[in-house]
Nanobody, 120 residues
Framework: VQLQASGGGLVQAGGSLRLSCKAS????????MGWYRQAPGKEREFVAT?????SYTGSVEGRFTISRDIRKNTVYLQMNNLKPEDTALYYC?????????????????WGQGTLVTVSS
């Protein structure tokens, strides 16, 4: 199983980025997929998940949108109105379930991170 995350970059506050995570191997984007992030000096935190339902952490609600294209086996994270506090390494993750989870230990597959830097 491989998860390939991409789309990070440097953006000014108020700008937008779209992250992509392509799944390959014996996992598909129809399983539960999630996005997590880890800022410098902080623990990894849940951002969003999509499965039989969708869930977001409160700080991104209304600004971020998670979606998926099952034909492309890809999950996306559209991030609008970015803030400096969104700066982090963003990871995608997958679990063999259709029930969403916000708990990182429920995800058994992780991609490499993609760096998002938001300047003020």
């Amino acid at each position: 199983v491989q998860l390939q995350a991409s789309g990070g970059g440097l953006v000014q506050a108020g700008g937008s980025l779209r992250l992509s995570c392509k799944a390959s191997g014996s996992i598909s984007s129809s399983n539960v997929m999630g996005w997590y992030r880890q800022a410098p000096g902080k623990e990894r935190e849940f951002v969003a998940t999509i499965g039989s339902s969708i869930s977001y952490t409160g700080s991104v609600e209304g600004r971020f949108t998670i979606s998926r294209d099952i034909r492309k086996n890809t999950v996306y994270l559209q991030m609008n109105n970015l803030k400096p506090e969104d700066t982090a390494l963003y990871y995608c993750a997958a679990r063999r379930s259709f029930a969403v989870s916000t708990t990182s230990t429920d995800y058994m597959y992780w991609g490499q991170g993609t760096l998002v830097t938001v300047s003020s």
